[in-house]
């Protein structure tokens, strides 16, 4: 037979057999950013891209950011964050190059790093 919880959760938690903080984590991370800092952020962040870019990909990445600078300029972070799944890691490593701190919590919220 299944395990059985009764809990009264007052704060985002992770219950059960296997059960995992990741998703709650990154909600909360996104919620967190203020959608005016994201997007001067993400700005300087494709602006350091483009200058960086060499490959192909990159320049993909590039599109995914400047799709995420976008929604966060419109104040939507969540569809931002989708866009930022899709930059990749290459824009991860820039965005830590840059020390770009909103950023770097942003690109690692949404590829659930």
Do not use: C
């Not at 483009?50 to 969540?78: C, F, N, Y």
């Amino acid at each position: 037979m299944g395990d059985t919880y009764n809990l009264e959760i007052k704060a985002p938690s992770a219950v059960g057999r296997n059960a995992k903080m990741e998703l709650i984590q990154n909600q909360q991370v996104i919620e967190s950013l203020d959608s005016s800092d994201l997007f001067e952020q993400l700005k300087k962040l494709r602006l350091a891209m483009k200058q960086d870019a060499i490959e192909p990909d990159h320049d993909i990445a590039i599109s995914s950011v400047a799709l995420a600078e976008i929604a966060a300029r419109e104040g939507k972070k969540t569809e931002a964050i989708k866009h930022l799944k899709d930059a990749g890691k290459w824009a991860l490593q820039v965005a830590t190059k840059i020390s770009s701190d909103i950023a770097v919590s942003a690109l690692k919220a949404a590829m659930s790093l």
